[in-house]
Nanobody, 124 residues
């Protein structure tokens, strides 16, 4: 599965952005998909994940209540709606697909398809 992330940009603190991740194959619907991010000089970290049916979602504590992950399996697309953005949200955002068990859904090692990343910069 090839993944293509888009929607990043430069915004001010408090603004909103919506990221998209388009998948190349209809098998997209069978995968758990997630967003990770990597800030300069830091390790890549989990942001949010959604199971194949869309019935279960998972969030990092740092984004809970501000970010919403969703998917459209008919369009083979993953979304991340980001509200109330903070400067500490600045990072390259990556989408990923895999079949992790729930207890490991936050582990990047569980995902074997990755998009190229889209840069989000939040100014104060």
């Amino acid at each position: 599965v090839q993944l293509q992330a888009s929607g990043g940009g430069l915004v001010q603190a408090g603004a909103s952005l919506r990221l998209s991740c388009a998948a190349s194959e209809r098998t997209f619907s069978s995968y758990t998909v997630a967003w990770f991010r990597q800030a300069p000089g830091k390790e890549r970290e989990f942001v949010a994940a959604i199971k194949s049916s869309g019935s279960s979602t998972f969030y990092a504590d740092s984004v809970k209540g501000r970010f919403t992950i969703s998917r459209d399996n008919a369009e083979n697309t993953l979304y991340l709606q980001m509200n109330s953005l903070k400067p500490e949200d600045t990072a390259v955002y990556y989408c990923a697909a895999g079949r992790p068990i729930s207890s490991a859904i936050r582990s990047r090692a569980m995902y074997y398809y990755w998009g190229q990343g889209t840069l989000v910069t939040v100014s104060s």
